[in-house]
């Protein structure tokens, strides 16, 4: 496909994207922080766009004390660690923090659109490459599964920056497969090799636990490509680059706040905080089904859906490959965390609305493996009849994955 192509396709996914969760956030949530952790967010957000890393206490604080803003030394600070903030810094210049998630959905769908595509890509050779109808499709997919879901949307109109965590994780992966691609021109190269650094740092920097962990699999996907020296020394040199820069920045940030290195906000939980520190424990028969999304927790990202995702995932070759042994790495273990993490609400099911967000990095496995799935069954039914073949045999495989998406999510 000519890349002014996958541009055009690219900028419509994420104006689309990012209208629907502007939408919400206008008559759903009216621009509101519904949250405490929202504040936190914003307020730190805030910070950052006067050109500060913390605030100095006002003599009216212990009035207006917020929950996730912490002073310690004199200085106020958000509890989270920086990533998230940073985005939204710009959007607080502009009068229109609002507005910092549903630009993060739209950059969510294009990098859900791009990861789908790489993965089709494996269904062909170098002799032999897909059709530019079936990368079209698996794109398509990509976004629509990814982007539609109510809880998606919900969290897309919201200060929470999970669907950010969603989208630098596909971003993340993205890079990944492109640095590993043959012959990637030197521009290229460091173009990519900037976003995997960047997009990796900020994954963890945003949600510590989510990053680190699905950023494990990313990583060691990474290593082999370069074992492997399908990796170019400029995207290498570029990457590590982005890594020492975004890394050193948020350690600094941190230290300037908390006092300490490689301590975040979190640690002050103990002493401000006691009933927040995090805790781990063994989930009760009853509490299983808030780590495990196979249940409960489905419907919330529907279109997206576990069986879907296997079956497209089951179908991948090659180099795609990896993508599995990277969601097996990354995805599989934090199950087993958020299983065991323990913040006092599994047990009653609160989710005050916005789904099961804990676990929202699983989209990618699914709406990548469900774009998969999909296209070449959407390539068939768009193709024209020949001799001796119906609709139903053209359209029918199609219409019945639909069906069952459907049918499953309204059943629940």
């Not at 039914?381 to 029918?396: E, I, K, Y």
Request: glycine share 10%.
């Amino acid at each position: 496909i000519p890349e002014i192509a996958l541009m055009t396709l690219g900028a419509a996914v994420f104006c689309l994207s990012t209208v629907l969760a502007a939408l919400v956030c206008l008559f759903v949530m009216h621009r509101h922080d519904g949250t405490a952790d929202e504040w936190g967010y914003t307020f730190q957000a805030a910070v950052f766009a006067k050109g500060h890393v913390s605030s100095e206490m006002p003599r009216c604080q212990p009035y207006l004390e917020s929950l996730y803003v912490f002073q310690s030394s004199g200085r106020l600070f958000s509890q989270y660690t920086p990533g998230w903030p940073l985005f939204v810094a710009p959007f607080v210049w502009i009068h229109a923090v609002w507005l910092a998630a549903p630009v993060s959905t739209g950059l969510m769908g294009v990098g859900m659109a791009r990861l789908a595509r790489s993965a089709v890509r494996s269904f062909g050779s170098a002799d032999a490459l897909p059709s530019p109808g079936l990368i079209r499709a698996a794109g398509t997919w990509g976004a629509v599964l990814s982007v539609l879901g109510p809880m998606v949307l919900v969290n897309g109109a919201s200060r929470y920056p999970h669907v950010f965590v969603v989208g630098l994780y596909a971003w993340t992966l993205e890079a990944v497969l492109m640095v590993a691609t043959p012959r990637l021109a030197p521009g290229r190269q460091l173009l990519w090799g900037l976003i995997l650094g960047s997009a990796a740092v900020f994954d963890v920097a945003t949600r510590p636990a989510d990053g680190a962990f699905v950023g494990c699999g990313a990583a060691l996907l990474f290593l082999y490509f370069v074992a492997r020296r399908r990796v170019g020394w400029r995207a290498f040199v570029m990457a590590a680059v982005a890594v020492v820069v975004c890394s050193t920045l948020m350690l600094v940030i941190l230290r300037l706040q908390v006092g300490e290195w490689f301590a975040t906000g979190y640690s002050l939980n103990a002493v401000l905080r006691p009933w927040n520190i995090v805790k781990y424990a063994k989930p009760l028969p009853n509490q299983w089904k808030y780590g495990l999304p196979l249940a409960t927790a489905a419907y919330c990202w529907w279109p997206c859906c576990m069986s879907l995702g296997l079956a497209g995932l089951a179908m991948l070759r090659g180099r795609a490959l990896g993508l599995v042994t990277a969601f097996v790495l990354g995805c599989g273990p934090y199950i087993v965390y958020t299983e065991y993490l323990d913040l006092g609400q599994r047990g009653s099911g609160i989710d005050w609305g916005y789904g099961p967000r804990y676990v929202i990095v699983l989209m990618v496995p699914m709406g990548v493996g469900g774009a998969v799935a999909l296209a070449p069954l959407t390539v068939a039914g768009r193709q024209r009849l020949t001799a001796g073949a119906s609709a139903l045999v053209r359209g029918g495989p199609l219409a019945l994955a639909i069906f069952a998406m459907v049918s499953g999510w309204a059943r629940i």
